[in-house]
Each structure stands twice: as structure tokens, then as C-alpha cells.
T-cell receptor, first 115, second 116 residues
């Protein structure tokens, strides 16, 4: 089973709202990722968690706050977003890297609209 | 500098034609990994293949084949006898040793339309 699930599928929020995106995998992967993808562009890495610890933060604004409660779950907390943050947010997971770089498996994404 | 180039922005073919998607990458590392992903209209990126820099063997999986040439820094993807279900955006990605290879650099993607 190579499934990564994400909820919700669609989210519309105002600039003053607080919301969270959720991601779950049951493949025993120890690395999880958040990407942002704008229309007709490739995914851009936002955060990486390895063994439940934040290992990469690609200079993402603080209005995006990631959380990894356990090895299967990854959240992205959203607060005071801007309309330009509207995008498809993708979660991915992979085996924890070591001497080998493993493929990442992606969820279906959450399409976020900020009004 | 763009590390992964996919020069073809959009390609249209008629069903059953063969099509090759180009990927050219740039890296100073001797150890690296290359990937291809498919993104259908539904949005989910589907993993197709992983190749490390020490394995230059070409690979075939059903109608899909990949040609890896280190001499030209290319990792091209061919779909034989294309089908309408192959319509999607295809991304080539590069992973380098920095940050244990977790930072994938995606190319801009090639949108493939297969017409019936």
C-alpha cells in the first residue's frame, strides 16, 4: 500500500481564519514533506520532517506552521494567510534517507483558496 | 541556475503514437538520484521511476522506457503506443546529497495531451 491521505480536499478560508491541513501515511515511512504547488508550476518544497523532527524549512513564512505529532501524521497549521497563498498543498512521505535517497509518495493534495 | 530542464512545455500526440519527454539536469555531485513523476488532472503526483547516478542501464516497464545518459546529463522518458490515460503533466526531478537527498528539485514539467 503506497497511500498518503490528505484532508480536506478543498478549503476556502478568509485572511483572518485559522485552519489546519492534515496528512497521514501508514507505510512506516519516517520522512514526511509539505509542498506548495501553484498552477502550471512544479511543486516547491516547504518543510521536511525526519523521525518526527523538522529537518528542512525552506524559509517559509511563519503564517505556515508545521507539526508532526507522530510518525504517521503531519499537519500544516494556517493563520493569517494572504490571497497569494492560494495553491495546491501536497503532502509526501518516504523512507528515511541514509545512504540511499528514496522516492517520495504523494497524497492527492488540498486545494486551498484564500479570500 | 535551473538544475532540471524540461524544454518541452506542451506536447500533443494522437493515440498510439510514441512520444519522448526530455529531461536535462545539472549537478556537480557524482552521487545523485533522478526521478520521474506523473501528475494527472486529479493532482496527485504518481511516482514512476528512481535512478541513481551509478546505474546507467536503461529501463523498460510496460509501455514506459527511460534512457539515462550521464555524458549528456539527460534522463529521457519514452511512452510507446500512447493512450488517452497518459495525458498528464510529467515532472523530472533531481536529488543531490545535500540534506540527505530530501530536497527534490523538480523540472518545470511537460504537459502531455494524448488525443483519441
Amino acid at each position: 500500500d503506497t497511500e498518503v491521505t490528505q484532508t480536506p480536499k478543498h478549503l476556502v478560508m478568509g485572511m483572518t481564519n485559522k485552519k489546519s491541513l492534515k496528512c497521514e501515511q501508514h507505510m512506516g515511512h519516517r520522512a514526511m514533506y509539505w509542498y506548495k504547488q501553484k498552477a502550471k508550476k512544479p511543486p516547491e518544497l516547504m518543510f521536511v520532517y525526519s523521525y518526527e523532527k523538522l529537518s528542512i524549512n525552506e524559509s517559509v513564512p511563519s503564517r505556515f506552521s508545521p507539526e508532526c505529532p507522530n510518525s504517521s501524521l503531519l499537519n500544516l497549521h494556517l493563520h493569517a494567510l494572504q490571497p497569494e497563498d492560494s495553491a495546491l498543498y501536497l503532502c509526501a512521505s518516504s523512507q528515511a534517507p541514509g545512504t540511499v535517497t528514496y522516492e517520495q509518495y504523494f497524497g492527492p493534495g488540498t486545494r486551498l483558496t484564500v479570500t | 541556475a535551473q538544475k532540471v530542464t524540461q524544454a518541452q512545455t506542451e506536447i500533443s500526440v494522437v493515440e498510439k503514437e510514441d512520444v519522448t519527454l526530455d529531461c536535462v539536469y545539472e549537478t556537480r555531485d557524482t552521487t545523485y538520484y533522478l526521478f520521474w513523476y506523473k501528475q494527472p488532472p486529479s493532482g496527485e503526483l504518481v511516482f514512476l521511476i528512481r535512478r541513481n547516478s551509478f546505474d546507467e542501464q536503461n529501463e523498460i516497464s510496460g509501455r514506459y522506457s527511460w534512457n539515462f545518459q550521464k555524458s549528456t546529463s539527460s534522463f529521457n522518458f519514452t511512452i510507446t503506443a500512447s493512450q488517452v490515460v497518459d495525458s498528464a503533466v510529467y515532472f523530472c526531478a533531481l536529488s543531490e546529497p545535500e540534506n540527505y537527498g530530501q530536497n527534490f528539485v523538480f523540472g518545470p514539467g511537460t504537459r502531455l495531451s494524448v488525443l483519441p
